[in-house]
């Protein structure tokens, strides 16, 4: 009896604690959406938060925005940034609600970005679910252009923009963790979903997420757009929907069953066979169809064969070819990155009719 007593009371107490150890709610600065660009004297990190306090702080902190507020800073390092940047903001920031990490471009493809990502990816409270977004320009930009629209938090317009593409297939639905931990991997390359500021401000959609972009060693290096998107989500085993042309005519096909593929290694050219199923909603010619399948079948190989000449495997076959090896160390001596890059590709699309 003594025992559950205490235990209730120790129970009792952890709201307490939490308001001790992280402090009040209202007195913090949640960050939404954290931005990274490259800077003469280092990196440039912003934030979006919201905008509470008097005009005068807000003023002093960075970008005003109604609700919301950009704040940006300078550093050396990503924690040197981090710390100029709490520096300048009104109240503590929080890490811990990030939706999306956004990269310029520019900082992605520079040999500095695998550390900034590292030196991220281990910042205390950081929320590493967040989603990782390359822009097309400046990520303060896309950080500052995040709004929401009447009568929503901006959290879950932003939240819902996203999903919109990730659902068509537009954009890799990753996490900003799965990113890091991809990144020093020795199977399939990380992605990263696409998306720039549009130029129009009466956009009730002011980012637009279409495209990704595969990462290798850390850094950026081959851009996807939003059809080849599609096509690498297809091969990952995401249900995807897709619009293409059969006999003139417009049709709409769906994943009919998971891709099937094998990896064989025999020799020292790897043979790669993937097979997918395709449902098309209406009735195709057996022409219409042949072609059809033909056509898909030369779009997924083209995107392969350039997958491989850039260097990259985002597609997970390397995990089917980990599985023939009795050890680790057999694997590694095998170097499937080099072997993948002249390996032999064959793919099959059959479509079916509802």
Known sequence: M??????MLLLLTLPLAGCTVTGEVEKQAYVLALGLDAAEDGIMVSVRIPSIGTSKAREDSGTKGGEYLTCSAVGSSFSDALEALRQRTPRPLNLSHIGVIAVSAALARSERFPSIMNEAAETRTLYTSARPVV??????DFVNAQRPTIGTRLSADMNAAF????ERGYVPRVTFGDLYYASNSLYADPVAALAWVRDSDDSPAPIAYQGSVVFAGGCAVLTLDARQTQVFNLIRGQRVTLQREAGGVP???????MPEIDVRLHGDVPFIQLKLRLTVQGALSEEAREQLEADLEDEITRLIAQCQTSGVEPFGFSERAAARFP??????????RTRFHI?????EVRVFTN
């Open 251 to 257: 049709v709409t096909l769906d994943a009919h069953s």
């Open 327 to 336: 050890t680790y160390q057999a694997w590694l001596d095998y170097d499937w």
């Open 135 to 140: 822009c097309e320009g400046a990520a303060r």
């Open 163 to 166: 999903e919109t593409s990730a």
């Open 2 to 7: 003594r025992r559950e007593l205490l235990t």
């Open 343 to 347: 390996a032999s590709v064959i793919v």
